[in-house]
Nanobody
């Protein structure tokens, strides 16, 4: 089995910054893409940023230039640096990873979510 654990959420005023972290653990063989998703109240869960094992990144238009996703392959971690936060960034942020584990099982794994609240 594998597990993703997020940390770093909280409350901040508009214009502030937060850094989210996610650590994968278990009998991991390899991790392919790692992503951060966001679910605002009453809305669907949408992808915010994705990073490949080689470091290629993609961002939602709404966060380009403000958020930076990074990963440490040796530590099986992924981070999301969020700057110039806006009230519309409020939501529960989820870590997602495509993990190969155990005897070669594939798992689309999710963290438990961490709340980010941005006040105006």
């Amino acid at each position: 089995q594998v597990q993703l654990v997020e940390s770093g959420g909280g409350s901040v005023q508009a214009g502030g910054s937060l850094r989210l972290s996610c650590a994968a653990s278990g009998s991991i063989i390899a991790i392919n893409a790692m992503s951060w998703y966001r679910q605002a109240p009453g809305k669907q869960r949408d992808v915010v940023a994705t990073i490949s094992p080689g470091g290629s990144t993609n961002y939602a238009d709404s966060v380009k230039g403000r958020f930076t996703i990074s990963r440490d392959n040796a530590k099986n971690t992924v981070h999301l640096q969020m700057n110039s936060l806006k009230p519309e960034d409020t939501g529960v942020y989820y870590c997602n990873a495509d993990i190969i584990w155990g005897r070669g099982y594939a798992s689309d794994s999710w963290g438990q979510g961490t709340q980010v609240t941005v006040s105006s």
